[in-house]
């Protein structure tokens, strides 16, 4: 079987490489160690397919070193071994360009090993991730390293790549190709930001297009039938995860409700509708809460609805949901007092419950006042009598501040006449 399209089109330069420039662009500090020939140990941290591999392939070729790949996934030991005994071979002559894909995978004791065979220099390594390092990866690695983050491709950058892997297709099969620029543009934007996706979709598509007298058309139908669902990146344990549901709740916090749609988007056609749900219920508690309290139960049926169908069709209660959360006013008077209470609890800031708020006790004969004193505020005008429930330690504590809303603010003057009259 010959090797996927994307690797048989290396780059030849770096202007070949898509994207990154932030990196890669004239003057870019990666571009100067790349020139300069003396590359450092380096981590590259990115979403897959955006040219770390490609790029640790062409810094090897430039460098006249021997490339070697291992994967954390299988990499053992032994392999690191391995390959550190061969740089004083043949093969170690110019050095050894390690590149280590997916190193979060290695355990801290392997990883402790690599750090043992790099010190000497006799291996330059270049290890990929697509979780953050510096969660990830033995902090005496990263020391050693320098890190550079590459970022998902653009599509039109990507239509760059489509249109040379067409005509590298085109040379290497002989026969004419023939794409139109609607199906080019719609794999550079189906392949979401992974240029080895889209890659696979063109040779995917030249493939499924009959031959006709030494021509191949892709029509734009079969591109869409064969690029269906592959923009969706997403990793429910992985950073893609934290991130679409950090954007998620704070498109409904910021009250965007064409953001927030778009990321409900990416979870459900990721399959993550329990995230999807759980952001929602806590969004319309935290960020609504007391501005709109009716919102709470219309948020959790719309859930319950939407867990009870399932999907397809759960997307029709959460959208209105959503909707409903960010065009909602917002408070977080409700989650600010908690948290003060919480803080004030976990300093040992308590005290003894005021007697007159414990459960009935007996009183000893010891005892000089008996009774309990309770004042029972229905008993009062307005239902409401002044009395201390704070312990006494903290009894001037403040823990809720009414919100600038007007749910909040009419409680507020109810409650500033009722207690202004005691």
């Given at each position: ?19 990154q420039?932030?990196?890669l ?8 160690i ?5 590359i450092?140990?380096?981590i ?14 062409y ?6 070193k021997?490339?070697?790949k291992?994967n ?25 360009l390690?590149y280590l ?10 990883q ?6 790099i ?14 390092p510096?969660?990830?990866v033995?902090?005496a690695?990263?020391?050693?390293s320098?890190?550079?983050e ?5 599509p ?17 099969m ?9 199906s080019?543009?719609?794999i550079?934007?189906?392949?979401g930001?992974?240029?080895r996706?889209a890659m ?8 499924a297009?009959p ?13 869409k039938?064969?690029?269906q ?6 990793d429910?344990?992985g ?5 679409i ?18 990321y409900l ?9 329990p995230?999807?749900?759980r ?12 501005a ?5 139960p219309?948020?959790?049926?719309c859930?319950e609805?939407?867990?009870?169908v399932?999907?397809?069709e ?10 409903m959360?960010?065009?909602?006013p917002?408070s977080?008077?409700?989650i ?25 006790h007996?009183d ?14 229905h008993?009062y005008?307005?239902h ?10 903290i ?14 603010q ?7 006449k ?5």
């Amino acid at each position: 079987m010959s090797a996927p399209l994307a690797d048989r089109l290396r780059p030849r330069s770096l202007e070949d490489i898509v994207g990154q420039k932030h990196l890669l662009g004239k003057n870019k500090p990666l571009r100067r160690i790349i020139e300069s020939g003396n590359i450092p140990n380096l981590i590259f941290y990115g979403p897959s397919g955006v040219g770390k591999t490609t790029l640790a392939n062409y810094i090897a070729q430039i460098t006249n070193k021997t490339f070697k790949k291992l994967n954390g996934t299988t990499a053992s030991t032994a392999d690191i071994k391995e390959i550190f005994a061969s740089t004083d071979t043949l093969m170690g002559i110019n050095g050894i360009l390690l590149y280590l894909d997916e190193i979060q995978y290695l355990n801290k004791k392997q990883q402790q090993t690599l750090l043992e065979y790099i010190e000497n220099g006799k291996i330059t390594l270049i290890a990929s991730t697509t979780e953050n390092p510096y969660f990830y990866v033995y902090n005496a690695i990263l020391s050693r390293s320098t890190v550079f983050e590459f970022k998902s491709v653009e599509p039109y950058e990507i239509e760059r790549a489509v249109l040379r892997g067409i005509d590298f297709l085109a040379t290497e099969m002989g026969i004419e190709i023939e794409i139109d620029d609607e199906s080019v543009s719609h794999i550079a934007t189906a392949c979401g930001g992974d240029v080895r996706k889209a890659m696979n979709a063109v040779e995917l598509s030249v493939i499924a297009s009959p031959e006709r007298d030494g021509k191949r058309t892709v029509e734009l139908s079969t591109v869409k039938e064969l690029t269906q669902k592959s923009a969706a990146r997403y990793d429910r344990d992985g950073d893609e995860h934290y991130d679409i549901v950090s954007a998620y709740q704070k498109s409904m916090r910021g009250s965007d409700p064409d953001a927030a749609i778009h990321y409900l988007a990416r979870l459900l056609e990721a399959g993550d509708l329990p995230s999807a749900c759980r952001r929602l219920m806590v969004c319309a508690c935290e960020d609504v809460g007391l501005a709109y309290p009716q919102l709470l139960p219309i948020v959790h049926s719309c859930v319950e609805m939407a867990m009870k169908v399932g999907l397809p069709e759960a997307r029709i209660p959460l959208a209105d949901a959503v909707i409903m959360v960010c065009n909602a006013p917002k408070s977080i008077s409700g989650i600010t007092a908690i948290d003060r209470a919480l803080s004030d609890v976990r300093a040992g800031k308590s005290g003894p419950i005021p007697r007159r708020l414990q459960n009935m006790h007996y009183d000893g004969e010891d005892n000089p006042e008996k009774g309990q004193f309770y004042l029972y505020p229905h008993s009062y005008p307005n239902h409401w009598i002044d009395q201390q429930y704070l312990p006494d330690n903290i009894k001037d504590a403040r823990y809720y501040e009414f919100g600038d809303n007007k749910n909040e603010q009419a409680f507020k003057s109810y409650w500033d006449k009722i207690k202004s009259n005691k």
